[in-house]
């Protein structure tokens, strides 16, 4: 087995160990706060929380590790996880899960984004949407059977049990990495460019483009995943029913993560985006119209299609632009905006909660999502062109 493949597989099962345990929780997350007295508001600070340390502290990891190296942050991240992961069965309050999801949103920013760049560092030009494409697959696996294996032990064995489970999953993956995981040079040892100063990376047309697209599509998935949990009860679907709703979602992004970057290796990213962004839209405002298990799993599954075609066309255009001004700097950007979204969705979503319904949540995500794509997309087609082209900002 050659080096680039043995490091893929590492990161790869490390990546869906560590997503599998936070998918465990995801459905049942939003039942847990809402059991300790939290208001709609408080259940979108309390997912906020994690998205808003993730934001905060992305850039600057990804920056460091550009400059010296990613496995220590990698191993870092994956302890903190296994540790805060108990700290979810102690906490008594509100405000206790709040302080732990912040801490957790933190380790999280040292985890995925850097294990990202990592295989952006891997892939060879002309095959950058393919080669992250296949590594996405372990991120949505994980992610996906999370929700179903959470729904199952919820059922039989107590909210505590996925928490526990949690943990566990993250010290095998600390494991992992600790054990087989080399050190990538930082870029001072390692006779690459100069970097690129902040300013000049968020000054080039391209950057801005791709950041945005990723923060609106996140808005949308964001309003879904926590959201959802408290729509269904409504329409008598249980939590185990969530969970295999979700898990179908997420597993349709894993099953046309490879075919679709492929596709958009050849040229059609920006079109892919576009198509992408409005499914998922517009499949979230059809989530009120929902009356039974199967509809509801209908609308979740047409909202995984529109972001699997989404996705592996960001992703390809994200790496692209990290060749240039440094993987991990891109990557920490790209989960940055990802985390903006997330911090938006819940918060907005909330509010909206509180003041109207439920309901209306995702009708005005919906009518936002697509809105906002549309004119997106006329405003910055010509700079995302232009990474397509040539493959540089």
């Not at 950057?207 to 409504?234: C, D, E, S």
């Not at 989530?287 to 599954?301: C, K, Q």
């Not at 989404?310 to 950007?333: C, D, E, Q, R, Y």
Request: charged share 10%; net charge positive; aromatic share 10%.
């Amino acid at each position: 087995m050659n080096r680039d493949k043995r490091l893929f597989d590492v990161l790869f099962i490390s990546v869906f160990a560590a997503m599998l345990g936070l998918g465990i929780v995801g459905p049942l997350l939003p039942i847990y706060a809402n059991n300790l007295g939290a208001t709609g508001l408080w259940i979108g600070i309390i997912f906020s929380g994690f998205a808003a340390a993730r934001a905060i502290f992305m850039p600057i990891v990804g920056r460091l590790s550009d400059e010296s190296g990613r496995k220590k942050f990698i191993v870092t991240g994956l302890f903190a996880y296994a540790v805060l992961s108990l700290g979810y069965v102690m906490a008594g309050s509100v405000y206790s899960l709040t302080a732990v999801r912040f801490l957790h949103g933190i380790a999280s920013a040292m985890v995925v984004p850097i294990a990202m760049a990592y295989i952006g560092d891997l892939s060879k030009r002309g095959e950058e949407g393919a080669y992250m494409a296949k590594f996405q697959v372990s991120f949505f696996l994980g992610l996906g059977s999370g929700p179903l294996l959470g729904g199952v032990l919820n059922d039989a064995f107590g909210f505590s049990s996925a928490f526990y489970a949690m943990a566990g999953l993250s010290a095998l993956s600390f494991l992992v990495i600790v054990a087989f995981l080399p050190e990538t040079e930082g870029r001072s040892c390692s006779g690459r460019k100069e970097r690129i100063s902040l300013r000049g990376v968020y000054s080039q047309p391209a950057v801005p483009a791709v950041l945005a697209f990723t923060a609106l599509n996140a808005i949308v998935r964001g309003a879904l995943l926590v959201f959802m949990p408290l729509f269904a009860p409504k329409i008598s679907v249980v939590p185990g029913q969530v969970g295999l709703i979700l898990t179908v979602s997420i597993f349709l992004m894993a099953i046309f993560q490879v075919p679709l970057g492929r596709m958009a290796d050849r040229g059609n990213a920006t079109l892919m985006i576009l198509a992408g962004s409005i499914v998922s839209a517009a499949s979230l405002a059809l989530v009120p119209a929902s009356t039974s298990f199967g509809d509801l799993f209908l609308v979740a599954s047409a909202n995984g299609l529109g972001s699997a075609v989404m996705m592996p066309a960001l992703m390809a255009l994200t790496v692209k632009l990290g060749k240039k001004i440094g993987m991990g700097t891109s990557m920490g950007a790209y989960n940055t905006a990802m985390s903006l979204g997330m911090i938006t969705a819940p918060l907005l979503g909330g509010l909206v909660m509180d003041a109207f319904s439920i309901e209306a949540v995702f009708l005005l995500g919906g009518v936002i999502g697509v809105g906002a794509t549309i004119a997106l997309y006329l405003l910055t087609r010509r700079a995302l062109g232009s990474v397509e082209a040539d493959g540089s900002p």
